[in-house]
């Protein structure tokens, strides 16, 4: 039995765990707590080799993978959609917890995985950084609202709604400036990003907390990640137009400003994008296209400093004080 290769899929819901064994055969439902991961955790120690995933689900898986994951346990958490197209091409129609369970598992058992990583300064950097941005959308809902608001009161309160919500996001934005100096990778890290022109604050926090994978990965895997790599579509004789598909979009969105920033302050980034404009910019309803060029600055952007974070990831485990004490 401890040989033997086991996948373990999880579906979560606020209150429930339902839990599928893969070849096994096995069903069991634990309480979505400490209790019951606790449970659970225990009937899975009989399998040293199980491999355990659960979907993404509004944060509700956090708890048992991390309890898995401090266990000893191989813990994933997987991309629901591609999970739900997988079941869609495996001829399963049907839907329920239980079911859900089983494709996850046989989903595991199919395809090669990335581990989950559980780092404290980086999860709790993602939860600022998540928040903030939340609260720069509400804050562009209430500007967005009250260009149509006559009514001298509601204005006010408008205004006032708006105030508000500014200071928030600079406590935040002090917040997520504390938070990576309080740690020394982080602090490091940032220290690298903030070199290359076109990146503040908000880029570093935001790239070291939802990228967590930057320098670790080749460019192509980078941009893949980010959503900035262009897709084939052709079929035969028929050559359609490359698209960018997928990827973190809060990640590109924020890549979006700086991006335009570099293209004017960074020459050699400038060059890059007015020759992917003379290139790849064609012309539409007698307008040149542009957004083609934007993304594939910002593709080389991520290149770059994917390039130098690797580099500061090797000088780091060359030189560990060295690296750490001069970035």
């Not at 329920?96 to 199919?110: G, L, S």
């Not at 002090?174 to 503040?200: C, F, H, N, W």
């Not at 060029?293 to 593709?299: G, K, L, N, Q």
């Amino acid at each position: 039995m401890a040989c033997l290769m086991v996948f373990v899929g999880i579906d979560v819901s606020r209150d429930w765990l339902d839990v599928h064994i893969h070849l096994l055969r096995q069903d069991l439902r634990v309480a979505n707590t400490k209790a019951g991961w606790q449970e659970l955790a225990e009937h899975l120690a009989q399998y040293p080799n199980a491999t355990v995933a659960a979907e993404a689900s509004g944060g509700y898986e956090k708890g048992v993978l991390r309890y898995l994951d401090a266990a000893g346990l191989d813990t994933h958490c997987l991309d629901a959609a591609r999970v739900r197209q997988f079941a869609r091409a495996a001829g399963r129609r049907a839907k329920n917890d239980c079911i859900d369970a089983r494709v996850i598992a046989h989903f595991i058992a199919t395809f090669p995985l990335t581990p989950a990583r559980f780092e404290a300064a980086i999860e709790r950097l993602a939860e600022h950084v998540t928040y903030r941005r939340q609260l720069v959308e509400q804050r562009v809902a209430v500007a967005n609202q009250a260009r149509m608001i006559r009514d001298p009161k509601l204005a006010r309160l408008s205004r006032s709604h708006i105030r508000q919500l500014d200071q928030a996001i600079a406590r935040l934005d002090r917040r997520l400036v504390e938070l990576i100096a309080a740690d020394p990778a982080l602090s490091a890290k940032a220290a690298v990003l903030l070199a290359v022109k076109g990146v503040g604050p908000t880029l570093a926090a935001t790239l070291l907390a939802l990228l967590p994978e930057l320098g670790t990965v080749c460019r192509r895997a980078i941009a893949a990640l980010v959503g900035v790599c262009p897709y084939d579509f052709e079929s035969g004789k028929f050559q359609g137009q490359r698209h960018i598909a997928g990827g973190r979009m809060p990640v590109r969105n924020a890549l979006y400003m700086p991006i335009l920033v570099a293209i004017r302050h960074n020459p050699g980034l400038k060059a890059f994008y007015e020759r992917c404009r003379e290139n790849r910019g064609k012309p539409q309803d007698g307008k040149e296209q542009k957004k083609p060029a934007v993304i594939a600055a910002m593709r080389k952007f991520l290149t770059i400093l994917n390039a130098k974070m690797r580099d500061h990831l090797i000088e780091r485990r060359n030189n560990p004080e060295t690296a750490i004490g001069t970035a």
